[in-house]
């Protein structure tokens, strides 16, 4: 319980920093945030954590059970269940690999394409992240590498969520 409010605080913290961000200057996104929203930033100083994840195999794994759990999911079951759900897997592997500094492209749709018609509030992107936080525990990730990956993953909130 308690870890699942230190990742819930890394997530509303990683959030409210990019909210004000784009509060403090009406200017448009910055260059960086927008490519960071739309899909994937390598990051070199994460090459560590990519091992953490047990590198590419670890990451296939950990997507099956991050799947697993979204279908498992009534709060997010719905959005997936007329999916490819294979090939969101395989994007979502490259896409994660590519963040965590490996040797992988990320060949996947831009994030705010993919996602925007599918009218994601707040509460699925929270229980989407709960799903990722379940499969990353049974997949022994230390906490500390998966706060790094979530941390990443937060920002793209601006672009996901539509309503
Ligand atoms: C940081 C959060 C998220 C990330 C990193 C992410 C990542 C991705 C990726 C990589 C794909 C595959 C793109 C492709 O096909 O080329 C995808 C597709 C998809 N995502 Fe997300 N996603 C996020 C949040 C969400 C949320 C919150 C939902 C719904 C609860 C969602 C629902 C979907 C669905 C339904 C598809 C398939 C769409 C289609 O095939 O047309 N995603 N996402």
Redesign the pocket.
Known sequence: MFKYSMHAAVIATAMMFAQSAIAQDAAPMPQQSAAMAAS?LRDPALKPVFDEFGGKPGLVALMNDFMDN?MADT??RP??AD??RE??KV??V??FCVILDGPCT????D?EK??RS?G?NRA??N???EDLQKAMDKNDIPFRAQNKLLAK??P??KV??TK
Do not use: C, N, P
């Open positions: 994937a979204l709060r997010t959005y997936f999916s490819d090939h969101i994007e979502l490259d896409q990320y060949s996947g749709k994030m993919v996602h599918l994601i699925a992107f229980a989407l992240v993953l937060a793209m909130h996901v969520i």
